[in-house]
């Protein structure tokens, strides 16, 4: 994963704390804020994604893809690294 890599993983865990804080009721303005700006950090937006250079490829061939499958869970391909 790219995340580690880099050595964000505890930057994931706190945006995942900062996202939860701003779904609730009272959050307030700078909560979301807070929660945008560090997405953004993370490569979690377009714009993001594009600061660390990353681009989503699609290396599944649609020849791979069965479409007889009966759920979705069977049609997951298993990405290790």
Do not use: C, F, N
């Not at 994931?12 to 609730?24: C, F, H, I, T």
């Not at 909560?31 to 660390?52: F, I, K, N």
């Amino acid at each position: 994963m790219e995340w580690q890599r880099l050595q964000l993983g505890t930057a994931v865990g706190l945006y995942v704390l900062a996202l939860e804080r701003s779904l609730d009721e009272g959050a307030s303005a700078a909560d979301r804020t807070v929660v945008l700006r560090m997405g953004e950090e993370l490569g979690l937006s377009s714009s993001g994604m594009a600061r660390h250079r990353w681009v989503i490829v699609d290396d599944v061939q649609p020849s791979e893809v069965s479409r007889s499958s009966s759920s979705a869970h069977s049609r997951l391909k298993l990405v290790s690294g």
